[in-house]
């Protein structure tokens, strides 16, 4: 499966996660037959010079504790869910954001 490049402002980032869960919704119904522990990317933002590393895994961790998140993914995978996760792969100034959960 090929990995599409989907760039978005650093600005709106967070905003955008919602979207790319639900584009995405096919290519994660398809990971969780075939893995228990699916990672689906994203898409991907250029990381302006003024914002650190910490501060994208910061917001993305407060996001993924906010109580839709988790519902987010359920809704999708209409299984039991274990630790959704959003990450952040940092590879020369491009963030790769990807999500991360186990399911039974």
Do not use: W
Not at 16 to 24: C, D, E, F, L
């Amino acid at each position: 499966m090929a990995m599409t490049m989907q760039f978005t402002t650093s600005s709106s980032f967070l905003e955008n996660i919602p979207v790319a869960i639900i584009s995405k919704q096919d290519v994660i119904r398809l990971k969780m037959q075939r893995y228990k522990d699916v990672k689906v990317y994203l898409y991907s933002f250029v990381l302006p010079e003024y914002m650190p590393d910490e501060y994208v895994s910061e917001q993305l961790d407060e996001f993924a504790s906010q109580r839709l998140f988790p519902y987010l993914i359920l809704s999708i995978a209409n299984t039991t869910i274990c630790n959704p996760r959003l990450v952040a792969n940092n590879v020369n100034g491009i963030v790769h954001v990807v999500l991360c959960f186990e399911h039974k």
